[in-house]
């Protein structure tokens, strides 16, 4: 006799920043969580502390979360019990960690949603998203909308100062007059 589907699987949600990854994926939890599921949602923490958080949308809608350091803070957090679903927001920001323990968990029946920038500023694939993206049951691709021309954008714009950032420069920047805009391919300009 074969055993029943457990219904584990991966689900990435992609696109430029105010694409509506957030929403996307507070949308996908909350009925899971009015349908009394257990969900847990994880995002990267800015320092190495394990800290109570929310994702919020740039919209202003919430969902409770936990900031971690890295995915073996994950792992920490549910050895002491596996959850119905479990969320990870900005998972371009995770270590490599988070492929593997995004399949484990998926073949354990869990229901796994990534949400995460697909490109990086300068366009290029971002992190882990490429291996998550080959890897997942499900990929939605959201669109923005260019702030040059309104076609749907697909791309991140970093303007440094009103000015398109250099490809040279830092993945992740620490900086005062950084500003990031939603562009289609023909309005994303990386200085070379
Ligand atoms: P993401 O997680 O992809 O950055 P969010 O879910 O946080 O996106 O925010 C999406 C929201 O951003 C939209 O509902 C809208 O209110 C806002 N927004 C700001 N700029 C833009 C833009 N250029 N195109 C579309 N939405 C935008």
Request: proline residues 6%; charged residues 20%.
């Amino acid at each position: 006799l074969k055993s029943p589907y457990h219904g584990g699987h991966l689900e990435v949600v992609v696109g430029p920043m105010f694409s509506g990854k957030s929403e996307e994926l507070i949308r996908r939890l909350n009925r899971s969580i009015i349908a009394r599921q257990q969900v847990a949602v994880f995002k990267p923490a800015i320092d190495d502390r394990y800290h109570a958080a929310h994702v919020a949308s740039h919209s202003g809608q919430l969902t409770p979360a936990l900031a971690v350091g890295n995915t073996a803070q994950v792992r920490q957090h549910l050895d002491a019990g596996l959850p119905d679903v479990v969320g990870f927001d900005e998972a371009q920001f995770f270590d490599a960690g988070l492929v593997p323990l995004a399949l484990e968990l998926a073949d354990q029946g869990v229901r796994v949603v990534l949400a995460g920038l697909d490109l990086d500023f300068r366009g290029e694939p971002f992190g882990v998203m490429p291996e998550l993206l080959s890897r997942a049951e499900s990929v939605e691709k959201l669109t923005a909308i260019c702030m040059v021309c309104g076609a749907p954008a697909t791309r991140t714009q970093r303007l440094i100062g009103g000015q398109p950032a250099h490809y040279d420069d830092p993945v992740l920047l620490v900086g005062a007059s950084e500003r990031y805009e939603a562009r289609c391919r023909v309005h994303h300009v990386v200085m070379r």
